[in-house]
């Protein structure tokens, strides 16, 4: 028991021991912060909480606020300096005097200080101006271009105040007017839908409420040339069925060739009717050589020679015609061949509702023409200005996709190259691809997308401009009435690119175009049409597109960019 009193005698000692030293222990001291460096402020107004609606402009120790002269600032709501709220921000241990938070009158030097802990006071002056709004935006010309059509240039602001407008070499800016967007208190030293002369760059001045003004300069400025694809493009024009004199359902091919548009008509007899393509005037009727056989279709070469194909239904004769340009009075029959083949009589079997070309004509060419509702697809080649063989080499495509068992009534085979196996785009209902000329096996095809091809499509063009290869189709959208449609462009020359998802983020590197909406009245036939042109310089490219009972739109694309 003694040996236990001790060793608790011990512990009690070593604890008071303890206790007697923490006493002893000098408390740590708390270090005062000695900042006083504003770290944040801005203004907001009644009733908007802690919102950040004005930023401050620092100078050493003077912050000046531009307060809108109204806000909203396309209200009538006049600001009122003398009920600012500041809010704002310093060092921890700091503190602003007199506090900030609550109304302040701006409308005259207002002094704060900021005391760190240690007691440092620094000292700011916040100064406050009513401002105009000075911005400049939306800024459009108007003008009216040599072939009388209504065109239109958006403007694009530069930091240096300059608003340049674009224009492609050789455009000529008839009767040029100018639109833009100001703030509704702000005035301009050019009124809105005036008439401008761009020859020499034009200052544009605008005044605020305050009586402040900016000085815009309007220029007009080429292009920049791309090595590579299209650029600048435009709606070049527009026109209703009723412009041309559309009739139900007749209205299904065009063809370009010069400067001239051919709209073909399968009335009985078929006609071939010619507009200027760039302005879709009326020129003449061309000649039609097949009587009273119907004719659905008439394509370009590469040189503007143009062929006009006869309908031809099981046991007829299917016929083209070869026409030097749209002027031509004379064609020449270029095929006369029975469409009596074995292998393509299906339901249908018909062949002449679509046919596509790729070559010259005067040189090497592929011409190639399926049969409706088949799997068929003949080919005739031209070498050195002649047909080969009148009897073309029949060609089974084996490939069939997403259902399809046969192409249906409407399907498209595009050759890519005039070689004697081209390869060749196959565009029908439920799929395009890429077929090997040699094997008919489908290479690589489009994603089976809506928002890749629509809900429907067929009308195919191909062409090369400014280093690269297109295709061109039209897709029909939203209604299977068929009477929605876009034009679409697709940048084909990297065929690895052609099963790119529609929600790709490089999409946009494939499906380069996609116009506005074209529409008309109800389409049951599903026809449309679609071709490509070009100016004499190869420096703009033309795409006409045409929708039964619809119209016909041209869009333009360039070799320049902005």
């Not at 040599?146 to 407008?165: K, M, N």
């Not at 544009?204 to 815009?216: A, E, P, R, S």
Request: charged share 15%; hydrophobic share 40%; net charge neutral.
């Amino acid at each position: 028991m003694q040996t236990m009193k001790r060793i608790s005698s011990f512990i009690i000692f070593t604890m008071a021991a303890g206790s007697l030293f923490t006493a002893c222990r000098k408390a740590d001291e708390i270090k005062r912060n000695p900042a006083n460096t504003l770290s944040d402020i801005y203004a907001t107004k009644d009733g908007n909480g802690r919102d950040r609606l004005f930023n401050p402009r620092y100078s050493n120790d003077t912050i000046y606020f531009d307060i809108p002269y109204y806000f909203p600032e396309d209200s009538d709501n006049e600001m009122d300096l003398t009920k600012l709220i500041l809010r704002g921000s310093v060092p921890s241990d700091s503190y602003i005097t007199p506090a900030i938070g609550v109304f302040t009158d701006l409308s005259k030097p207002y002094t704060f200080s900021v005391v760190s802990g240690t007691g440092e006071v620094k000292k700011y002056v916040v100064m406050a101006k009513k401002v105009g709004n000075l911005t400049l935006s939306n800024v459009t010309i108007t003008y009216t271009d040599a072939g009388g059509t209504s065109q239109e240039i958006d403007g694009v602001l530069q930091p240096s105040g300059e608003v340049l407008f674009y224009v492609l070499p050789g455009t000529v800016l008839n009767n040029t007017k100018i639109s833009y967007e100001i703030n509704k208190h702000s005035t301009a030293s050019i009124a809105n839908d005036a008439a401008v002369d761009l020859a020499q760059p034009l200052p544009l001045v605008v005044t605020g409420k305050d009586g402040v003004t900016k000085t815009y300069t309007l220029k007009t400025a080429e292009p920049i040339k791309l090595a590579y694809g299209v650029g600048i493009n435009r709606q070049l024009w527009a026109k209703a069925g009723s412009d041309f004199g559309f009739t139900a359902n007749n209205e299904v091919s065009i063809a370009v060739s010069g400067d001239h548009l051919i709209l073909v008509r399968r009335t009985n007899p078929s006609k071939f009717s010619v507009y200027n393509c760039f302005t879709a005037a009326y020129v003449q009727e061309m000649y039609n050589p097949f009587g009273s056989q119907l004719s659905f279709q008439m394509v370009e070469d590469t040189v503007g020679n143009l062929l006009a194909a006869s309908w031809a239904p099981k046991n007829a004769k299917f016929m083209l015609y070869k026409y030097k340009n749209a002027l031509d009075g004379a064609p020449v029959k270029l095929i006369d061949w029975t469409n009596n083949n074995p292998a393509a009589i299906a339901l249908d079997g018909g062949v002449g509702r679509r046919v596509n070309i790729y070559g010259n004509l005067d040189g090497n060419a592929v011409i190639m023409a399926p049969a409706g509702q088949s799997n068929i697809i003949f080919r005739w080649r031209v070498q050195n200005g002649v047909v080969v063989s009148q009897t073309p080499e029949t060609l089974t495509y084996t490939g069939l996709a997403n259902g399809a068992t046969n192409f249906g009534f409407y399907a498209e085979a595009q050759p890519v190259s005039a070689g004697a196996n081209a390869d060749y785009f196959i565009n029908y209902q439920f799929d395009i691809a890429l077929v090997n000329g040699a094997t008919q096996a489908r290479t690589v095809a489009f994603a089976n997308e809506v928002g890749n091809f629509g809900i429907f499509h067929m009308p195919t063009a191909y062409t090369r401009f400014n280093n690269a290869n297109y295709l061109a189709i039209v897709k029909y959208v939203a209604s299977y009435d068929l009477n929605r449609i876009h034009t679409c462009l697709f940048d084909v020359t990297n065929t690895s690119r052609l099963g790119m998802s529609s929600a790709d983020p490089n999409y946009s590197t494939f499906n380069v175009f996609t116009s506005a909406e074209q529409n008309g009245t109800l389409n049951g036939n599903g026809t449309a049409d679609i071709c490509i042109g070009f100016s004499q310089n190869k420096e703009r490219m033309q795409v006409y597109t045409l929708l039964t009972n619809g119209g016909i739109v041209a869009h333009e694309f360039t070799t320049y960019a902005k």
